[in-house]
Each structure stands twice: as structure tokens, then as C-alpha cells.
């Protein structure tokens, strides 16, 4: 007797929908058939969307920092927040300190998310590439699960210059790893800083103008040709505008091994929000900078295209309030000195259902390719994540693609005192999820225990291998 069927959805998956049931054994799919016998358990679901559950693979989540402090999103409340959402997987950061290597840093964050009710894999961020982390720590990660590298082109202490990030490169190919980068100019953004300082332009607006979309498409441009010419594959993060998006696309026509990813704040939010009375436009802060509504256009545009392919959170939650929060230097403080980041991991699935299944802008295959599939393939956890195929694990939300809610920050349910989507109305909803053949969350109430996450180790998987056509004197 299987343990779980699910009866009566609508099946819907990367490769199409049909109505069937879903049995569910030993915390893996076991049958999909157009009916099913009795089960030890039977989730009666007419009228319901079965999906795969979310992959997140873009999370910030309590990640410690030099001096001390960690950020307010434990593994607990973010994963209580994903399955809120309908989110069965993330993958979230390890830092890397300057002076320091990332071993340590990696055991930390494993500690960290023992706690964890989601289940867990890891990028690895790279601030300091000294030949110790390049030549025998990043070689350990890789034995340990790690399998991707996150590089910086902008922000101090993170940045990396392009000798750092052709080291990263060179290693992640030898060690068979993706890089995943966060591209704009750092010189360009800071010369902008200072000259709007200097014109006494500093609210919460003046973040926009700092970093316009020059800056992402020059430094997506560098990025793609430095891997191209190492023959490494990499993902841009939290591709804002089309401007870049072109980039990545005409390296993708050249055959590169490139991939773009965006996020909903960049198909939601504008410049104007964080022009907001007062310091409430500090809330809406993220990099690169949300665009305007005539950008949602274009970059919905390279969705439908398949350049932009997955579609993460980058989940970087900062309270309003609080002694780290985005006012933490004072609710008057220049706009470099705000806390930078958006918490959205539950509001990931159902803004882009509503503004794109519902709102007739992608096909409800689309819309799990973008938020399950692809991302599982993109970080090598394909096809246990990702996919209802028998074997795989039953990570399932049942979603009522007609349910019309209002997003509030209670409904997040994360660590965070505010949502930047606060108030606004979308259809489509989670109403049940299930996290290898376990019920987690059923009508908004997450029951899964603290610590029943498990961790994703990644081995060797194609998309992160190079073409074959790297000279040999550069292997």
C-alpha cells in the first residue's frame, strides 16, 4: 500500500499538465497513473494544481559577519517563510571574510542550518582567492557537496577585480563547479556615489540613480567575456534589465555556457517606490535597483524568450527597525549607508503566478520551469528536485490557481517586520505542502518540526562543465 496518494489534480510539470494521481512511497514519487488505490493516506485535491515544490537558489539566510552580528533570518523562520510560499528547497550563501578561508566558514553555516525545515545546499561566496582557498579548500568544498562559487563585481569588502575573478574562474572549471555572479561596475557605482553626495542627494531615491543599467550591462558584459574565454560556466544573478539581458543572450547565440536569472522585485517594484515619503522608500532597496514599469515589459519579454530562465527570491531580509535594520544608521541616513536587500522568499511563487499565469503573460509549465525546474538543473539537483518523476523526491504543493489574496507581512510569516509587497492583490496560492511525502504546511499553517530539513550535497553534473575548447595551456 503506498503511503500517500494524492487524487484528483492537475498535474502540472516542466513538460506539460494532465489529471492524475500522485502516489507517493518512502518520501519519493512512486506512481502517477490516471487512478490510483487506497493509500494509507488520500489528499482529496479536485479542482487543485499539483506542482513540484519551489526551488529558491538565490537565499540569504543567517549569514554571520565579522564583527559578530548575523543576519535576523534564521534557518528556522526562512524556512518557515518557503514553505509559507510553497518552497521545498534553497540554496543559500557560505561567506567568505577577507584574511580568511572558507572550510570554517562552511562548517558554520552546515551548524547553522541544523535547524533548517526546508532542505539545504550551499554556494560558496569567494572574496579572497589566495592560492590556500584556490589550490585545497575549494577542493574539500567540492568533496563536501559544494558545487557553485558566488564572485562579486561590486560592493567593498565583497568586490572582486578581474584578476580575482579569472582565479575563481580557473578554479571552479578545474574542481567542476558553476560560478554565479552578481554584475555591476563597482568603480562606476561609487564615482556616482560621490557625485550625488556631493550635490547633496542622499534619500533613499538617490540608490536608482547610483546604479543605473549601464552599470549591470557593462559588468554582465565583462563577466560573460571572462568565462567565455575561460570556457567556465556561470549564472548572473538578479538580472533587472533587458539591457542585460541582451548581453546574456548574445553569448548564449555564440553557444556560450551562460545563464540569467531574475527575481519578482524586478517585475513588481520601480524606482518611484523607493522615492516614498519620508525614509519608507529605504524599504524597497535591493541591488542591481528595481527599474520602471516599462522595464517589467522588457524583461518579461527575455522571460518568455528563455534568456532569463530562473526566477529566485534573492531573499536579503533587513528589518525596517531594529539595531541592524535598515534604519540602523539613523533614519536619516545617506542612501549608501542603508542596509541593502528585500526579504520575498514566500512572495516569490505567488507574485509570479498572479502576474504571470494568471495575468496571461506565461504558460503554466513556464511557470514551474521557472521556479522548480530550472533552477534544480542550473545547481545539479535535477531530477530529485524539481520534477514529479517517479524516483524523485515528493516535494508537492497543491495551489489553487484561483484563490485571490493580499499580501500581507503576517502572511510571510519570516523574521522580518515588513513585506515591500504589502497590500497588493494576487491570484493563485498555496494551500497545502508536502516536503519528501510529509505534509509541512496545510492552510497557511507550517507544521514542520525544526530540524527535518536535510542537506543537498551536489556531485558532478553537465551544466557545469565547460565546452571542451579552452586552450591547453590555459588548463
Known amino acids: 500500500m503506498l503511503d500517500v496518494v494524492i487524487r484528483g489534480a492537475t498535474l502540472v510539470t516542466a513538460e506539460g499538465m494532465q489529471r492524475a494521481d500522485l502516489g507517493i512511497q518512502g518520501g519519493r514519487v512512486a506512481a502517477v497513473a490516471a487512478s490510483l488505490p487506497e493509500a494509507r493516506r488520500v489528499i482529496e485535491a479536485d ?95 567540492v568533496r563536501q557537496g559544494v558545487r557553485s562559487l558566488k564572485v562579486f563585481l561590486t560592493y567593498d569588502p565583497l568586490v572582486l577585480d578581474d584578476a580575482g575573478y579569472l582565479q575563481v574562474l580557473a578554479a571552479a572549471r578545474r574542481n567542476g563547479c558553476l560560478v554565479t ?28 540613480l547610483a546604479r543605473p543599467a549601464i552599470v549591470e550591462r557593462e559588468a554582465t ?42 527575481c519578482p522585485q524586478y517585475l513588481a517594484l520601480t524606482a518611484s517606490d523607493m522615492a516614498r515619503e519620508g525614509f519608507e522608500g529605504a524599504k524597497f532597496m535591493c541591488s542591481p535597483a528595481p527599474r520602471d514599469e516599462a522595464e517589467h515589459g522588457r524583461v518579461w519579454a527575455m522571460i518568455r524568450r528563455g534568456v532569463l530562465d530562473v526566477v529566485s527570491s534573492d531573499h536579503c531580509g533587513f528589518s525596517f527597525d531594529g539595531p541592524h535594520g535598515k534604519r540602523a544608521n539613523g533614519a536619516d541616513a545617506p542612501f549608501d549607508q542603508v542596509p541593502n536587500g528585500i526579504p520575498g522568499i514566500a512572495a516569490r511563487l505567488p507574485l509570479l503566478f498572479s502576474e504571470g499565469v494568471a495575468a496571461g503573460r506565461i504558460a503554466p509549465e513556464e511557470f514551474v520551469r521557472l521556479v522548480s525546474a530550472n533552477p534544480a538543473k542550473v545547481m545539479g539537483l535535477w531530477p530529485r528536485k524539481g520534477s514529479l518523476h517517479i524516483g524523485a523526491d515528493a516535494d508537492c504543493v497543491l495551489w489553487d490557481p484561483k484563490a485571490e489574496r493580499v499580501l500581507s507581512n503576517a502572511a510571510m510569516q519570516h523574521a522580518i517586520d515588513y513585506t515591500p509587497y504589502e497590500g497588493r492583490a494576487v491570484t493563485g496560492w498555496p494551500v497545502m505542502v508536502l516536503r519528501r511525502g510529509e505534509v509541512v504546511m496545510e492552510g497557511d499553517v507550517v507544521t514542520a518540526q525544526p530540524g527535518s530539513g536535510e542537506y543537498l550535497p551536489r556531485g558532478p553534473y553537465a551544466l557545469a562543465q565547460g565546452r571542451g575548447v579552452l586552450e591547453p595551456w590555459l588548463s
Not at 181 to 207: M, Q, S, T, W, Y
Not at 230 to 238: A, L, R, W
Open 47 to 141: 479542482g487543485l494544481w499539483l506542482m513540484p515544490g519551489g526551488v529558491d537558489s538565490h537565499c540569504h539566510i543567517e549569514e554571520p559577519s565579522p564583527d559578530g552580528t548575523v543576519m535576523e533570518e534564521s534557518f528556522e523562520s526562512a524556512s518557515r517563510s518557503a514553505l509559507a510560499g510553497g518552497t521545498t528547497s534553497v540554496v543559500c550563501f557560505v561567506p567568505q571574510w577577507k584574511g580568511g578561508g572558507v572550510l570554517e566558514r562552511f562548517a558554520d553555516q552546515r551548524r547553522r542550518a541544523e535547524r533548517a525545515m526546508v532542505d539545504v545546499a550551499f554556494h560558496q561566496i569567494i572574496t579572497d582567492p589566495t592560492p590556500e582557498v584556490l589550490e585545497r579548500e575549494i577542493p574539500e568544498l
Open 181 to 208: 555572479v552578481h554584475c555591476e561596475n563597482f568603480h562606476a557605482i561609487n564615482h556616482r556615489i560621490a557625485a550625488l553626495k556631493a550635490a547633496g542627494i542622499v534619500a533613499p531615491h538617490a540608490h536608482a
Open 221 to 262: 558584459h565583462r563577466a560573460i567575456a571572462l568565462a567565455e574565454m575561460m570556457d567556465q560556466p556561470i549564472q548572473v544573478f538578479h538580472v533587472s534589465c533587458a539591457e542585460a539581458a541582451e548581453e546574456i543572450a548574445r553569448a548564449q547565440a555564440r553557444g556560450v555556457r551562460v545563464w540569467g536569472e531574475t
